[in-house]
């Protein structure tokens, strides 16, 4: 009867339970509530100074030997006294804790400790302790004022056990529960804004050991490239340009950017039989990384009456270990004949000037011949279809399909330095293309199945498309 009574929660059955209670109808004092299943639980969390923690978040959770943490209490904000009450399942497992948390605006601080049985057993109170954690600072001292960021998104994430064998985190300790409650992780992968001083300087953000901090830096400052930074706190790995900044508790670690402007690449093109400029060209450029086969991060622009355009070059987030001084600067020029060249220089933070010079014609290398059906199997007429090296199918070579739904696309010898290094084609659609009944967005499906080898020189890759519903 106590233990249906446990569950429940009106007036009468709660003085009802409390009357079994007190006739001896819970529990004799002799057995131990382990035996019951059921125990009561109270804590009171408090800070380093001894106050109470108001709104600090607790669960109870099972630690098995063979098997997933399991969560036998909360969470639950506590009170304004710092205090929390839970009815949990006792005996479950060898071990059993207590996990706090707080979060606050650009703070987080967490803490586990082991439950004290005895003291719940007694109908006593267990003080948790949610020490202060470590504080990291961003220092964007290198932009000019007029450039600094008003602020900086950060995310948060546990340490998972590869940090903690690279030096971060806590070995030992259990990880950051993912139960799916919307107490403690719900407050986890969060976005802490920190606001950006008049000095360059962001505020403290405050982290557990256990945790670590990406800034959200690279795009955020238009005109400028993070070139390089130091940090004086452990960090494990990289994400993308960042590293995964860890803390040490009761110290302030700083991590320090240094920027550059983004490099500018201009771009002549001329007639190569006239040495006329030529107006309306495309230009793309992207970066390759060393040892990397295609090229990154395009960005693009068109030629000016005098044959000029300038292009800053896209950095985008690069991945771990990619060094700029390694990376090669690739530009595509193609004029309004769909002639293309290539160019390909080593990467400057001044880049020096590139001269292009287009034909007006020229002759095919390869061809890619095919055709397009719809999901029923009609031809797909007025489909403009892109042949490229990478992923970035808006610029490549391109060719509309007629009316049966072919097509052809001739690759000159320009683009054989691209293509050649990954050996393959890859075919896309350049634009939306709607289902016959207008109702449904095509593509062409997964990058497997339209991703081709390149044929040797003089030679005629055939194929045969069908579009699928866009995913």
């Known amino acids: 009867i106590q233990y249906v009574l446990m569950e429940t929660s009106t007036p009468l059955e709660v003085a009802?339970?409390?009357?079994?209670?007190?006739?001896?109808?819970?529990?004799?004092?002799?057995q131990?509530?382990?035996a019951t299943g059921r125990l009561r639980v109270s804590t009171m969390t408090v800070d380093s100074g001894g106050d109470a923690v108001p709104g600090a978040v607790v669960q109870v959770v099972a630690l098995p030997m063979d098997s997933?943490?399991?969560?036998?209490?909360?969470?639950?904000?506590?009170?304004?006294?710092?205090?929390?009450?839970?009815?949990?399942?006792?005996?479950?497992?060898?071990?059993?804790v207590i996990e706090t948390a707080l979060a606050m605006p650009a703070a987080f601080r967490r803490a586990i400790v082991d439950l004290d049985v005895n003291a719940a057993q007694e109908g006593g109170t267990q003080v948790v302790l949610l020490p202060e954690g470590g504080r990291l600072q961003i220092d964007l001292q290198s932009l000019p004022e007029n450039a600094r960021p008003t602020h900086v998104d950060v995310n948060v994430m546990p340490a998972t056990p590869h940090h903690i064998?690279?030096?971060?985190?806590?070995?030992?300790?259990?990880?950051?529960?993912?139960?799916?409650?919307?107490?403690?992780?719900?407050?986890?992968?969060?976005?802490?804004?920190?606001?950006?001083?008049r000095d360059g300087t962001s505020e403290l953000l405050e982290l557990p050991p256990g945790y670590v901090a990406v800034p959200e830096l690279g795009s955020r400052q238009p005109g400028w490239t993070m070139r390089s930074f130091e940090y004086n706190g452990p960090s494990a790995g990289r994400a993308w340009e960042v590293p995964l900044l860890g803390v040490d508790a009761g110290r302030v670690h700083v991590f320090r950017t240094q920027w550059m402007r983004t490099p500018t690449v201009q771009v002549v093109v001329r007639s190569r039989e006239t040495r006329?400029?030529?107006?309306?060209?495309?230009?793309w450029i992207g970066l390759r990384p060393q040892g990397a086969r295609l090229p990154r991060y395009g960005t693009g622009g068109k030629t000016s009456a005098t044959g000029v355009v300038n292009v800053p070059m896209g950095m985008g987030l690069r991945p771990p270990g990619w060094s700029l001084e390694d990376s090669t600067v690739v530009v595509v020029v193609r004029g309004q004949a769909k002639r293309t060249e290539v160019v390909m220089q080593k990467f400057e933070w001044i880049p020096r000037p590139v001269e292009v010079l287009l034909a007006?014609?020229?002759?095919?290398v390869v061809r890619i011949e095919g055709s397009v059906v719809y999901p029923s199997g009609a031809a797909a007429a007025g489909v403009v279809v892109v042949a490229a090296p990478s992923n970035l199918l808006t610029f490549g070579a391109e060719a509309k399909t007629d009316g049966d739904g072919n097509f052809a696309i001739a690759l000159d010898e320009a683009w054989l330095p691209l293509f050649a290094e990954s050996g393959m084609v890859r075919l896309g659609v350049a634009s939306q293309v709607l289902s016959?009944?207008?109702?449904?967005?095509?593509?062409?499906?997964?990058?497997?199945?339209r991703e081709f080898v390149l044929p040797e020189s003089g030679g005629t890759l055939i194929v045969a498309l069908r579009l699928v519903p866009a995913e």
């Open 360 to 364: 007006s014609s020229s002759s095919s």
């Open 165 to 197: 064998a690279l030096g971060l985190g806590v070995p030992g300790e259990p990880p950051p529960l993912a139960l799916g409650s919307v107490g403690l992780q719900a407050r986890v992968n969060r976005l802490p804004r920190l606001m950006v001083r």
């Open 16 to 30: 009802l339970r409390h009357f079994l209670r007190d006739r001896g109808g819970g529990a004799p004092p002799s």
């Open 68 to 96: 997933e943490p399991r969560l036998l209490g909360g969470p639950v904000r506590a009170d304004a006294r710092g205090m929390v009450h839970l009815d949990i399942e006792a005996g479950v497992a060898p071990r059993i």
């Open 32 to 34: 131990s509530p382990l």
């Open 436 to 449: 016959q009944d207008g109702r449904q967005l095509l593509d062409l499906g997964e990058v497997s199945r």
């Open 276 to 283: 006329e400029p030529l107006d309306g060209a495309d230009v």
